[in-house]
């Protein structure tokens, strides 16, 4: 599918992408797009009380609203880039499902650089006809059920003419019982699931990077991802720790924050020689609070790695990232 190809070669292929189409923009104006404006407030209140307190690996579940061209089909769509961390796909599924159940006039596309992947779980309960060339613009999530809008009635369908047979033919698209039951056994334990994801760990930072994550602990995902994204040029800003412990002046404070499970072990798993401006306990001291501290040396050197590099970015003219980075410092309170 075209809009999909172009959506791979742009992101990188550790990403889900989703569209949601109310039955609105097919049925009615198609250049009307204060529905889809309406709905979009909705839906990022219906799911708040799931994604609140969630931890996400790169970025959280958004929404946008978008029109396809030729001809002009008002929807909300996303993008989310999981990485290492396949949890948080699965969670974007739960929320489209729920979405669906919730607010029953909608139907939902998903899919990843597989393609079409909720039909890879349900491989065995397909019908024969079903494979990766015939499947565009067939699979859909609607009123909390899989649907596949069948070849005998619609064999090359556009994304509009499918739209429409899901509307007046609902029945006949549903998937078989034993498709619903593979896919949503992939997505049964959520969201006790993604609280079970959540880790809690007791560190020792610098007071600047516990303000930060006081008052946004969602950027604990800026930091690993500094930190494990590391290379040679990101490194020598750690060696000097500029921003955030002021070569070695700040005060390091005990704090426990969250982060998912896969943060933890991408911090845990690499070996890391603290900068000689950080100052850390005697290993032989107390193993339990070098520990801490070391984990924390980590998390503060991603700040710092994150933060140079975006802002050199930013002062080169590749800023929307550098800018978002910063207003999340300044909500903090850091500036």
Known sequence: MADQSQAHSRVPDDTVHYA???DSSSLSNPSDSSQALHLHLQILEFISPYTSSYIWQHEPFSLSLSSSASPPLPHLHGKLRFGDNIEDEWFTV???????HHFPSLSIRVWDNDGEFLLIEAAFHLPRW???????????????????VPKSRLPCPNLIDSLKFLIDCEGESRAAESVQIAVKGRISDYPERARRNTHQVRV????????????????ISLAVEGFYDRDIDTMKYAAKMEKFFSRGKEELVCVVIKMSRAMYAQLMQQKFQAPKCYRMPSQGDDVGAYLEAELGMKIACGFEMMYQQRRREGEEGKGSTWLKYKESLERSGYF
Not at 132 to 139: A, E, G, I, L, W
Request: glycine share 2%.
């Open 130 to 148: 079903i494979n990766p060339d015939t499947s565009d613009n067939r699979v859909f999530i609607r009123r909390g059920d899989i649907h596949i």
């Open 94 to 100: 739960f929320l489209l499902f729920q979405i669906s």
């Open 204 to 219: 020792r930072v610098p007071v600047s990077v516990a303000q930060i994550l006081k008052q946004e602990p969602c950027l």
């Open 20 to 22: 949601i189409f109310p």
